[in-house]
């Protein structure tokens, strides 16, 4: 469920957040070890243990 609701993100703006931070970009592919973003920065990689939240942005 969780794997499905993640896919189907995929391609969207979406909000991740960590306990450091929130990032901002579209989804381009989430794996079992990391994030990738792509926004307004850059690229952004963020490992999958620090990630806390994946939603989509409003």
């Keep these: 469920m969780k794997e499905d609701y ?3 993100l995929i391609g969207k703006s979406v909000v991740v957040e960590t ?3 929130t990032y901002t ?3 381009v592919e989430v794996s079992h070890q990391d994030v990738h973003l792509q926004s307004e920065i850059g690229w952004v990689v963020i490992p999958i243990e620090r990630v806390t939240a994946i939603r ?3």
């Design 6 to 8: 993640l896919t189907d």
């Design 19 to 21: 306990i450091e931070m």
């Design 25 to 27: 970009g579209n989804l």
């Design 56 to 58: 989509q942005a409003e």
